[in-house]
């Protein structure tokens, strides 16, 4: 897969909601919404793992990678 099949993606995905109804969009936002809370653990635990990762290589990426809990509130 390549480096733009996500961007890509994203923005045929973007363009697609823009298509609906606003209450089918607000449907979708708050399902999504929902899986995040309820993969919350998962979520944070694959987060420290890469996190652990990057400090024990000395990679960059720690800011970015870093998500607070309370991005989940």
């Keep these: 897969m390549n480096k733009s099949y996500h961007p890509i993606k994203a923005r045929e995905g973007g363009r697609a909601l823009q298509m609906l109804e606003p209450s089918q969009r607000a449907a979708i936002i708050e399902k999504l919404a929902s899986l995040l809370e309820e993969r919350q653990s998962d979520i944070l635990a694959s987060n420290k793992r890469d996190l652990d990762e990057a400090r024990r290589t000395g990679k960059a990426l720690q ?8 991005k989940f509130h």
């Design 63 to 70: 800011c970015i990678l870093c998500i607070p809990n309370c």
